[in-house]
């Protein structure tokens, strides 16, 4: 009820969506700084009929945030390339970018200097790094990477079209935008032409809501131990809700259909 009262309210006022959201993202990543949370993304789960993908035991444990990233990033064939992933959280996914698909560089930014900080800390990886900005100022020389990568942040965004503006000012021509998030599904066409009137081609588009379902119920059980022993028990309902456990508004969103995951690949003409 809470939840769905906030988001009513993010949508009616862009400005409170963006400032309530940072001042969330700057208190988690403050707040806990343990090595244990690198992801924040809902995962994804592939077909039965795909080959199970490949990782070091260390990574096992963010497997389905893994298979996110790695649905999403090996659309295009990165070795060599510059990647800026926008909205980089707590660096899990630019740093198994890096270690496992090869670009000339990663580099992350956050408009929660918390998190960029985190990450400046924890990874120690080279070609990777992570700097502070905004999304709908990057803070970056045109036509500098040769692929943007966003995962489940421009739901924050307070103007999603100046975000896909400086995406295609950051790009080289013929570079690659991979993008997936989640948007009530009353708000899909209007994401649809956001996109669309960016000019940039569009390679490809799918709704992976039941993938991301599927890695919901199977990582159920280690989100749920997660906030159990991290953190406060007052914080316990809240944090479920912004992990998708099976209980909260947004699974049962995904669930019903009213809430839909996207995934689109667009390159710059
Ligand atoms: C749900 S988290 C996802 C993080 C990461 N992509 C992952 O999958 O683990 C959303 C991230 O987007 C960042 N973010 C939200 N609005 C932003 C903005 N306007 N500019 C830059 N980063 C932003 C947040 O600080 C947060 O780290």
């Known amino acids: 009820m809470l939840a769905k009262s906030y988001t009513k309210l993010c949508d009616l006022f862009p400005g409170f969506r963006k400032s309530s959201r940072k001042q969330m993202y700057q208190l988690m ?62 660096g899990g996914g630019a740093d198994y970018i890096k270690r496992y698909l090869d670009p000339a560089c990663v580099v992350g930014v956050d408009y929660s200097d918390n998190a960029v900080n985190l990450c400046q800390e924890h990874y120690c990886v080279k070609g990777l790094s992570f700097v502070p900005g905004d999304a709908e100022s990057l803070p970056f020389n045109d036509q500098s990477f040769d692929i943007v990568l966003n995962v489940e942040s421009s739901h924050c965004y307070g103007s999603m079209s100046d975000f896909l503006a400086q995406v295609k000012r950051v790009l080289k021509p013929g570079g690659y935008f991979m993008f997936a998030d989640f948007r009530n599904l009353e708000q899909l066409d209007e994401l649809k032409e956001q996109l669309e009137q960016t000019g940039m081609r569009r390679i490809t588009h799918e709704n992976i809501t039941p993938n991301v379902i599927k890695a919901l119920d199977a990582d159920h059980g280690r989100r749920f131990a997660h906030i159990q022993r991290g953190v406060p028990k007052m914080l316990h309902k809240l944090l479920r809700e912004f992990a998708g456990n099976k209980d909260t508004w947004i699974y049962k969103g995904f669930q019903t259909g009213d809430i839909v995951y996207q995934n689109f690949l667009l390159q710059k003409v």
Not at 37 to 56: I, K, Q
Not at 58 to 84: P, T
């Open 29 to 90: 990543a403050y707040g806990y700084r343990k090595r244990d949370w690198t992801f924040m993304n809902y995962g994804y789960a592939p077909d039965s009929t795909t080959a199970e993908l490949v990782l070091h035991a260390d990574d096992e444990i963010n497997r389905y945030c893994i298979q996110l990233y790695h649905y999403i990033a090996s659309a295009v064939e990165l070795r060599g390339l510059k990647l800026l992933e926008v909205g980089s959280g707590r």
